[in-house]
């Protein structure tokens, strides 16, 4: 079996700010040592200052690392080929605010060298993947900070992006877009891409990453998949469908003193947040 | 090369979106309507004031525009941090850089087509017609001629020639390349300078003849002095010359005006001028390139409002790249100083040569000023609207000679730029 090149790798990678005079002044990231695989949605982890927007900006080759190597599908972050199969959504929106949601489409798809018809295409798709039809062609400076932010989305898109880095995507958005991003996230996994997700929202890094690396003031604390870092081996959950009052008893019985809790499960307040939602739009329609 | 323009098309949409430039323009027409309004002797002066007015409102407009244009639209994406965005993608820096310059360029340009539409349309109306500024050949060679028909050849980097000798001297130039004579002829400009050469004599003019061969085969055919001339009409076949001093060089007001017949022209465009002193007591100074000229169609008004706002261009592309520089690096406020400091610099370079001149000044300082006026460019080196409003036409080679000094500025600036850049971390 061949093994594959990773998209992503960093080898000690570090980065110190200096002053003016060229003197140290902070650590952002030190000896940063992951990979990152073909089609697997990686999440890179952290309190605010703990290095995740630097370790971006290097593999997108803004920042020069101090030490150690990155390298993007194996070569040079700098490198503009590599650009070319990039999308990167940053941690905020920076968009021209005189442009409507098509031409900045438009702008960034040109900046690919893609032509006019592809443009037009996958402008049509992506804004009406991120709902903004109905607003595209309103200036940006009209927009709110929700409707920018699924316009940065898209735009991080236009160029059909083997990898994709997300800073912080679900910033700005109400509950209903973050969940439509984690689906996204999802989807573009499902199509075989590579999806560096950086949050320190810890709940959606863990409903949508495969493995992750945890980050804090520069330095990596833990790397691994999701399910091998939470595993807990001193406990065992056992869920039982429409249980009676006989049964429960067999169980607290059968448990004895390993028993922790016997209650039922609650639901998550997003998917409970949503499906009262989308029941509210439906009830909705179905007056109108 | 394709994010290059993309730049190029975003910087110019944000121009002609943003509000400011329209504050400019409205200065600029303001400017316009104040050159209309100014008081002066005669119609031919107003028009003058008129064209000086026009070139000077879009010089406002050009220079004021391009020093903020481009520092503005490259702070913003620095401090707002849109360039972060941009630099993710796969578009150079030089790329950008020269996007963002373009982007600016092409807005001017826009703006200059549009300023001198207006400019020869407002003339145009006032004056129920517009000046027609004149293209100008210049003689290629020239040469002595004594009394007794003997040539001398005059040294190649000889630019002044005095005639002093006796009467019957004079100078003989030769004009290639001019245009085919209409039934009429070609119209043929002549100025010197006349002094006494006795000091204690006022002596202001000089009579000479003129005449124009094909040829020096050819037998001269004597030209007389056109019925619009200025002045200079005296007896047949003689001319009488006024002093000129050699920075008068209005088309209408400070040149003798005659006509050469066509049979005097060769086919191939060739043309020998000779001009014999008929009075021994002036001394006459006259030069190769602006003693002698001959005329033709320059282009119209518009043409040569637009040539001279090109020629702006190259100062408005030189001081857009300088404010780069400084965009790169410093605050939008920073920028806008330098760019308008550069700009005065090199337009007050004159007061160092005075300077230079007239003062005593220790060494170092000397230096100093010697090295500023080789560094910084000089913008007051094509007077354009001056050139204009004393009815020259703005050649083609001018624009490119504009071009050609100002651009190694701009390409320097633009490296520099570059480098800055380059070097910059997001």
Sequence with gaps: MAIQTPVLRTVGLGKTYTDFWGRPRLAALKDLTVEVRPGEVFGLLGPNGSGKTTTIKLLLGLLRPTSGDAFV??????DRVVKQRIGYLPEETYLYKFLTADETMSFFGRLFGLDEATIRTRSDTLIRMVGLEHARRRHLGEYSKGMARRLGLAQSLINDPDLV????PTSGLDPIGSAEVKDLIVRLKQ????????SHLLADVEDVCDRIAILHQGSLLEVGSVDELLRNDDRQVVELRAPDAAVLEAVRSAAGDHLVSVAPPRERLESHFRRIIAAAGSQGTSRS | MKGLVAVARL????????RLWLAFVAAGVVLMGLGLRLGAVDEGARLKLAVVGVMGAMGFVVILLAILAGAQQIRRDLDARVAFLLFSKPLSRLGYLVGRWLGVMIGLLIGILALAAVGTGVIALTFDRTPEPAAVVTPSTWERVSALGERTP???DAQRQSLTGPVGDGIRWTLTNLPSASPEGIPLLVKAMVRGTDPTVMVDECLVSIDAAPSLDASPLVLTVDSDSPYGGSLPGQVLLRHRDVNRDDHRQ???R???PPAAVAPDGTCLIRLTRLDARPLVVLTKDTSVMVTGDGGGLYVNLVRGGLVLLAVAGLLASATLVVAVVAHLGVSLLAGLTLYFAGSLLWTLQEALIYERLSAPVRRLMELALVLVPDFDRFTVAARLAAGHGIPWSVVGEAWLAYGCYTVVFLAVAWIMLVRKEF
């Design chain 1, 73 to 78: 599908f194996g070569c040079d972050p700098g």
């Design chain 2, 154 to 156: 005059i040294a190649t």
């Design chain 1, 165 to 168: 880095i997300l800073d912080e």
């Design chain 2, 254 to 256: 400070d040149f003798v």
């Design chain 2, 11 to 18: 910087g110019l949409k944000e121009a002609l979106r943003a």
């Design chain 1, 191 to 198: 199509s075989g891409k590579t999806v560096l997700l950086c």
């Design chain 2, 258 to 260: 005659l006509l050469i």
